[in-house]
């Protein structure tokens, strides 16, 4: 027989962002701690509101599954003397495994204990499995409340523990466990009795809680565009927003509030992010895109008394509104080059200046960016220009208030003063991507911006030791250096890595050579393991990816090479052309010989692949300079005889000093045209 369990961890209001985290951790601790005590279940759930974690599965096994295990002990010639008796040894090893000397099996000259276990009852393993579920819950803060040590991220007021009908009974920070639940805490009648686990859902429901997310989400989601519909729009709902919301709630009902039309003439960024970001309202639009005087939220509750509701929003959101507007009015006082001015009071990082400063070498990063990637007269202009205006908008009072609009009113504020359209649009894309998921800069003069804002940051940071440690990144290092190999690849462009790090260097005045060439390795490094994580994604083989890594100083490169061997693969000859040239790479780069002399080669086999290198040198450098590394890797496949027959026929260690270093020499220069695609010993062969 099995039944179903049921776990409600009742709690004050839980924060909104933590509860998905919170629901999956329950949802994989509750499995594996069924798994591995031997418990059968057919599935496992978890629901969650803001005060309440529930954990339901589906047909718990009764009791735990029987084992039977074998135990080797010691030998056999240790185990019994000569009489066949069993020895101290043999004794204490039975002792120890809970048998009889005497039921020790003799297999492959050792004594083995055979132990059955029989299965213990379900309801009985609860007792202890679920306080330990609970407590090895873990959350980004905890709380302790009263006089306790017990630690969780919010004070827990009941909790519910149920075998079908059966309450599991236990105690955790002073709360015993039974059947009795609380419902909606306005629109309920208080606490509610559950009567069995599969009846949780409905009993919830009853009292005014939607306890399943999935069930609540799709309520919220058609509400919205419901009232939205009624009014004449069309609601903006953003994931991120949705989630939020719907961690908030217990029993959703969506509304429509108000506000001035005066508003709208503020650019819309600027009303939807107190809207959004601040009071967790959803905006409304019409067909064509544009912002409507409406905005949607969500109460936690029913229809009644939505007039009042409806209205406290609204003066909420009003007082914001006014508030964006004087900040907009005040700051069109100055222009944003005028606010550029302030940028001299503002420090970047301690020991790295001023933004003002910044914004400077930002400029001259620029121009080195622009020159780098062959950017039109134009782009180059307008990257320079954007640039220095680029943290103008910092010091705004419309930024000061409302921190998430930096870039995007840079972008308002320069429009209005007659910026160029493509400086305007490269002041908000500096800093794209945002976030995870994040667009990635679309204009030429953007993403030179960008590249510039985040490599200085970067060098800038190291610069003062901080290179992020295991999960500490206060600068959003990692963030901005992924961010920038999305952003080469996107627009795929060959950028010298090290050429814009020792610039960005230079203008930090960073002199030492052994800093610099730190440095080089430290930021090299950090790019790497972004890479490849962004290999990783496009399921390339972590061999393949080993295997064209070693070098990153072209990032685009390095995605087309990774693309490439991982087509060569899997042909079908692949594994006798990578043998090749692993055995070419396992003597050449023990050698320090570099310059091959023709006439010293008399043996038909080295003559053969000399000619077979210098053709294919040619070939496989035109095809890597027009990024046709699939064709480089069909050239290169041609050596795989001549490098066979080389090795079959030639003594490469000759007794004559002069002869070995041409042979190996000419090895090298194979060696170093497979290179210019891959190290190809890093890959794994069947």
Known sequence: MAKDLLLEIGTEEVPAHVMPGVLAQLKERAEKAFQENRIAFASVRTLGTPRRMALLVKDLAEKQADVTSENRGPSVKIAFDADGKPTKAAQG??????????????????????????????????????????????????????????????????????????????????????????????????????????????????????????????????????????????????????????????????????????????????????????????????????????????????????????HGNERVLRARLADAQFFFDEDRKKSLEEHRDKLKTVVFQQGLGTMYEKTERLAQLADFIADEIGADEKAHKHARRAALLSKADLVTGMVTEFTELQGIMGREYAKLDGECEKVAIAIDEHYMPRFAGDAQPQTTAGRIVSTADKIDTIVGTFHLGKIPTGSQDPFALRRQALGLVHMVIEAKYHLSISRLVAKAMDLYGITEAEERAKMQADVAEFLRLRLRNVLEAEHIRYDAADAVLGDVDDIYNVLLRARAVTAFTGQKDAAQSMQAFVRVANIARKSAAETIYPERFHMAEEKALYQAYTSTKSAVESLVSGEDFEGAIDALTELAAPIDAFFDNVMVMDKDEAIKDNRLALLRGVDGIIREVADFTKLVTA
Not at 131 to 147: H, V
Not at 179 to 187: D, E, K, P, T
Not at 274 to 300: C, E, S, W
């Open 93 to 310: 090893f039975a002792r120890g495994q809970h048998v009889a000397p005497e039921d020790l099996v003799e297999k492959d000259g050792y004594v083995y204990a055979v132990v059955h276990e029989t299965g213990k009852e379900t309801a009985e393993l609860l007792k202890t499995l679920l306080p330990e579920l609970i407590c090895a819950l873990s959350f980004p803060n905890n709380m302790r409340w009263g006089s306790l040590e017990f630690k969780f991220i919010r004070p827990i007021r009941w909790l519910v523990a149920l075998f079908d009908s059966e309450v599991i009974p236990f105690e955790v920070a002073n709360v015993t466990s039974g059947r009795v639940s609380r419902g909606h805490r306005f629109l309920s009648h208080g606490d509610f009795s559950i009567a069995k686990a599969d009846d949780y859902e409905q009993d919830c429901e009853a009292q005014y809680i939607i306890v399943d997310p999935e069930k609540r989400k799709a309520m919220i989601r058609a509400q919205i565009e419901a009232v939205a519909k009624e009014n004449g729009g069309r609601a903006e709902i953003t994931d991120d927003l949705l989630e939020e919301v719907l961690y908030l709630v217990e029993y959703p009902t969506a509304l429509c509030g108000r506000f001035e039309e005066k508003y709208l003439q503020l650019p819309p960024e600027a009303v939807i992010t107190p809207m959004r970001d601040h009071q967790r309202y959803f905006p409304v639009k019409d067909d064509a895109g544009k912002l409507l005087p409406l905005f949607i939220t969500v109460r936690n509750g029913g229809k009644e008394y939505l007039e009042t509701v409806q």
